[in-house]
């Protein structure tokens, strides 16, 4: 439930009475009354809108840099390339989505799929 308000409050509401018309929140939902699979619905809806979110804001940063890099002179693009200088491969969309997933998102997806995790030391 936690979880729940917290993905809420990120997404701006005050509270599940706030959020009801926006998100489809029953009477009972409301009051903050969910059944597990209805709390783990409403997160994952949740969590893919911020993901998209966060995906909508990167798309005009690249933008940019393409436009920059178009823009550098050409004795810059004709130097060799170092092993240590050439760019990392693109990740995907699920790798991004994983490391752009706060901890405690991961942990309880991880946990929805049966495992057990615990701290490190």
């Known amino acids: 439930m936690k979880d729940l308000l917290e993905l809420l409050n990120n997404a701006g509401h005050a509270d599940f009475r706030d959020a ?37 804001e990167e798309a005009p940063k690249k933008t940019a840099k393409k436009a ?6 050409k ?22 989505a994983v490391r752009t997933a706060s901890t405690k998102s991961l942990v309880l997806e991880v946990r929805r799929r049966g495992w057990i995790v615990t701290k490190p030391k």
Request: aromatic share 6%; hydrophobic share 40%.
């Open 20 to 56: 009801r018309g926006p998100m489809g929140f029953s009477q009972r939902q409301a009051g903050g009354k969910f059944t597990a699979d209805e709390a783990a619905e409403f997160i994952d809806q949740l969590q893919t809108a911020e993901y998209e979110a966060s995906l909508a």
């Open 68 to 73: 920059a890099a178009k823009k550098a002179p």
């Open 75 to 96: 004795a810059a693009a004709e130097k060799p390339v170092k092993a240590a200088d050439a760019e990392p491969e693109p990740m995907t969309e699920s790798e991004r």
